[in-house]
Structures are given as structure tokens and as C-alpha cells.
């Protein structure tokens, strides 16, 4: 594992990007595993304006994202779907629909979706370069404190830590969703490399523990440790 001080949140944001184009353009058929969340908007901002400035061609491009809340439909605000179209897809509009997946937080039998939603990463992978964010109590994804490291694909009951931190979003913390099915921690780690990205000081406490802890289910971004290919962009309030 790698980890860089990139001084502020705009400059980790654009070189982020900035691997994202490359592996786009070198690549044409990639897979990418993308993230939401408010450590990404610039990141993808970025990347729009290096797509748009120079045409390039992502209709190859097949894209998986990590998670989604369940029982959100998908053009609700604060789903990952409505992130994701209002954040890249809407804003560069010339990626396959039919290459850009989610899991459906809105299945009737959430089991069922999450199993198939594993199925699909599986058939169309490996992800060449998966995008994570880091949750002050080291969930990555929505893989909470106490997930199996041989975790797929799953429902996850969203710890109260989680839910407050989200509450930000939403008018009232009652209306934070209490559940996500998200990939797992096995999952994540087919991917071929890895990014995570943490700014601002709430996160530095979360940077330090990646840093200390070798493998501890209790802090599930640890896992990290055990991929060959894992770079960790942070500013200078994370770096603290």
C-alpha cells in the first residue's frame, strides 16, 4: 500500500481523474469500479472536463458502482443512481446505458438482486480500477465494523455512526435509509488496483488506523493491506 499527501483536496481529485482518463483512453474496454459520496465530486467534475476536452470515445467503457441504499427508488435525490447521472453520466453523456451498473437498493427480494448483482461483477470483470472512499469508522463500501473478509455482495445493516454521517443529505436524520446492499470486502479486492481517497480532519483518525491496523475485521478497510496494488490519496487535514 502507497499513501500520498497531494496537499489539497483539488489536486488528489484531479490526478484521480487524471488515472481514470488515462486507463479510459489506453484502454477503451475498461472496467471501472466507481464510488459515491462527497470525496468524489470532484473527481468526477475532473474527469468530465479531460472527456469533454478532448472527445474521447467511452462508449466501451462498462462501469460497476459499489453500493446503493435500499429502498430508494432510483431518480430519488439521495440515491446513488441520481449521484451518479447527475455527477457523470448526465454531464458526459456518451456512455453504453446498457454498460453502466447498480445494484437495485429498490428489489422486491434483495437477496436475489445481491446475488445477482455478484453474478454480473464475476461475468463481466475483473474491475480494473475500483474508486473508495473511507467511512470514519473504516467501512469501505457500505462493509461495516465486523464484516466477513470473505463477504460477496450482501445486505448490510447501516450502523448508527454511518447513518449520522449521512444524515448531512437528507432534510431528517428518520429519513437516512438503515440498510445498503453493497459489494463485499472479497469482492472489492478482485479488483486489479485500488484508490482510496480521504480528505478533511474527520478522516485523518480513519487514515491513521489504515496505516496501524494489518488486518482487523473490526476495521474493515484493513483488508486493503492484502492487495498487491493499493494507492491512498490524501490532503493535508487527512494527512494530519
Known sequence: MNITNLGTRDYASFYVA????????QHPHSK???ATGGTMIEVYRFLVELLSRNNI?????????LDEYVGLVDNHEE????YMNENLFKRYPHFNASLIHLPNGNAERLDEEAQRYEALI???GPVDIQILGIGENGHIGFN???????????????????????????????EVPKQAISMGLST????????????????SIAIEKLLQTKLDSQFPA??????PNVEVYVDDASAQ
Do not use: W
Open 188 to 203: 472489492i479486492m478482485q479488483a486489479k488496483k485500488i484508490i482510496l481517497l480521504a480528505f478533511g480532519e474527520k478522516k
Open 57 to 65: 470515445d467511452v462508449s466501451g467503457i462498462e462501469t460497476f458502482n
Open 144 to 174: 461495516e465494523p465486523g464484516t466477513d473478509i470473505n463477504s460477496r455482495t450482501h445486505i448490510v445493516d447501516l450502523t448508527y455512526s454511518t447513518i449520522k454521517a449521512n444524515s448531512r443529505y437528507f432534510e431528517d436524520e428518520a
Open 32 to 34: 471501472l469500479g466507481l
Open 18 to 25: 487524471c488515472e481514470l482518463y488515462k486507463q479510459i483512453t
Open 122 to 124: 464475476n461475468q463481466q
Open 79 to 82: 440515491s446513488y443512481h441520481y
Open 222 to 227: 484493513s483488508i486493503l493491506h492484502t492487495h
